[in-house]
């Protein structure tokens, strides 16, 4: 899952509550683990192409993290269709491919795809503050066992608001020791290792100094963690997100009839 | 002329949407033992332009000449150019990493494989000449004030004996008294040690009395270029730019045009108190 790859646009997908679409997300990947047979994949397959419309981001974006993972998905099917045990199909040499490994090495393959692109669409369609916040929503009844879920779900967002921020001070400290003759992209391992020296340790004290900064900031202007704390956009359900979670419902309960009732294939 | 440029012109993110042009049709020349000041408002493309000019980065089009060599030519030794043009960035106490003041300063002439006497020798030179307190050498350069670690990490850039020396905005955030400290080892660099220095600055005020020519930059490209004198007529359009004349300029230009039989061309405080000492004295 990549966080902050969001596609700005409009659509019943991005104006939807991020509480909907985690649990939408968390459904789905449910869905996709029952599916037993033809009719589960169908199942998700449409549900996914469904999804994919009414989202209307671009596909290309959807297919982005695929190839991180073919690596993944290449392993697992390799070795689902060698390593299981049933009727034999093809045999070379050592090697034996049978009926039951193709179909689990296929549906294994197809479940991580849609997996990926599934996870994605929400990230697509959601900003990174608006899922912390529906993180922290989900998650609060765990408040109850003492867990901090507001300061996890802070330190979250901190993070992520960080990232742009470093990535602009590591090209800064980069030409800044380039200036001085450093060279980042010279020698071997060692050398290397060694060159990054320079660049990390003004990093980190920068890193500790916006920190110690923004908490100095966060506490001048009252903060003193979650509880009893109000926010400016609270979440709350529309007409559109109780269709949402019904759809989810309907879409697990078929998963489920699906795999118990006998149909053919 | 010791660095030229030829209508360069620099695209951020060329390829996608939103490409911002940061330079266009630059042409400069920097001339030896000059002090320059380099001015102009947030955005101006300042920082950018300096960049070029140690090969950070390269034109997206024209040409960056050191001493003739192109710095895109694939024979330019950039490490050799980079050591003969010291760029000084924003807040440079940021990119301080040893464990004592001496090694953070000694970095630039290892990274040059100078002999170790050789490195020692240009080490101390450039602490002296920043007018870092011998007492701190050895100490970690984070226990020391703002504006020490800054000295600092303008002698580690000093260390690589450059012969043009470039310092973005290097009085910012620094009290009064530090960016006096600042600017009078400037002063000194230029006149003893007779390195070509430009400064870059968003404030006229700090420039006026240091410079011999001053770079004005506007959205990209170079508006004026001139010395300071000839610079502060243009008061109109540079207030029209987000600069300002030094404040002394503007009170002996609205005397002026209220009958005073002041000069122009007056650019600092002591210079305006003598003028109008003079003409007070006349009256």
Redesign the interface.
């Known amino acids: 899952m990549t966080l902050g790859q969001y596609y700005q646009t409009d659509s019943v997908l991005h104006r939807m509550d991020p509480r909907v679409k985690l649990t939408g997300t968390i459904a789905y990947i449910a869905a996709l683990f029952l599916a037993g047979n033809v009719w589960g994949y169908l199942l998700a397959t449409i549900f996914l192409i469904v999804v994919i419309a009414l989202s209307k981001v671009p596909i290309r974006f959807m297919l982005k993290g695929m190839r991180s993972i073919a690596f993944l998905i290449t392993l697992t099917v390799v070795f689902n269709l060698f390593m299981t045990p049933g009727d034999e199909l093809i045999a070379v040499w050592k090697l034996h491919i049978t009926r039951e490994g193709l179909i689990l090495a296929v549906s294994m393959a197809v479940r991580l795809t849609y997996l990926i692109i599934g996870s994605n669409i929400m990230t697509l369609t959601t900003t990174p503050n608006a899922l912390t916040d529906g993180m922290e929503s989900l998650l609060s009844p765990l408040k109850v066992l003492h867990a901090p879920v507001h300061e996890v779900a802070m330190m979250m967002s901190i993070a992520l608001r960080f990232i742009p921020i470093l990535m602009e001070e590591t090209d800064?400290?980069m030409?800044?020791?380039?200036?001085?003759?450093?060279?980042f992209d010279e020698g071997g391992l060692i050398m290397r290792a060694k060159s990054m020296?320079?660049l990390l340790?003004?990093l980190f004290?920068?890193a500790f100094r916006r920190a110690g900064d923004l908490a100095l900031a966060m506490e001048a202007r009252g903060y003193r963690g979650g509880d009893a704390r109000t926010k400016m956009k609270p979440l709350h359900y529309e007409m559109r997100d109780y269709i949402g979670y019904c759809v989810l419902v309907l879409l697990i309960a078929a998963a489920i009839v699906l795999r118990i009732i006998k149909l053919p294939f | 002329m010791i660095l030229e440029f030829k209508d360069v012109n620099y695209i951020y993110d060329p390829d996608s949407t939103i490409s911002s042009v940061a330079l266009k049709d630059i042409n400069l020349s920097i001339r030896e033992g000059v002090f320059y000041a380099l001015i102009g408002h947030t955005g101006s493309g300042k920082s950018t332009l300096i960049q070029h000019m140690n090969g950070l980065i390269q034109p997206t089009s024209g040409e960056v000449l050191y001493k003739g060599m192109s710095l895109r030519d694939k024979n330019a030794d950039l490490k050799m150019i980079r050591s003969r043009v010291g760029l000084v960035f924003q807040y440079p106490e940021h990119q301080l990493f040893e464990t004592t003041v001496y090694d953070d300063v000694a970095f630039g002439p290892k990274n040059l494989k100078l002999p170790k006497d050789e490195i020692d020798a240009r080490v101390k030179e450039a602490l002296i000449l920043t007018g870092v307190d011998e007492s701190v050498w050895q100490n970690s350069p984070f226990e020391l004030s703002g504006g020490q670690k800054r000295r600092v990490a303008i002698a580690g850039v000093l260390a690589m004996k450059p012969e043009v020396l470039i310092l973005d905005e290097p009085t910012a955030g620094l009290d009064p008294g530090g960016r006096d400290e600042i600017l009078n080892v400037l002063k000194r660099l230029h006149s003893e040690e007779k390195i070509t220095i430009i400064l870059v600055s968003h404030s006229m005020e700090d420039v006026a009395g240091y410079a011999d020519r001053i770079i004005v930059m506007n959205k990209g490209h170079i508006e004026y270029e001139d010395s300071p004198v000839q610079i502060f007529r243009h008061a109109e359009e540079l207030k029209n730019m987000g600069l300002s004349v030094p404040q002394v300029t503007d009170v002996l230009t609205r005397l002026k045009s209220k009958g005073w039989p002041v000069k122009d061309g007056i650019i600092t405080v002591s210079e305006a108190a003598d003028e109008i000492m003079r003409v007070l004295g006349k009256a």
Do not use: D, L, T
Request: aromatic content about 0%; cysteine-free; glycine content about 6%.
């Open positions: 800064k400290i030409k800044a020791q380039m200036a001085r003759g450093a060279s020296v320079p340790v003004p004290v920068s």
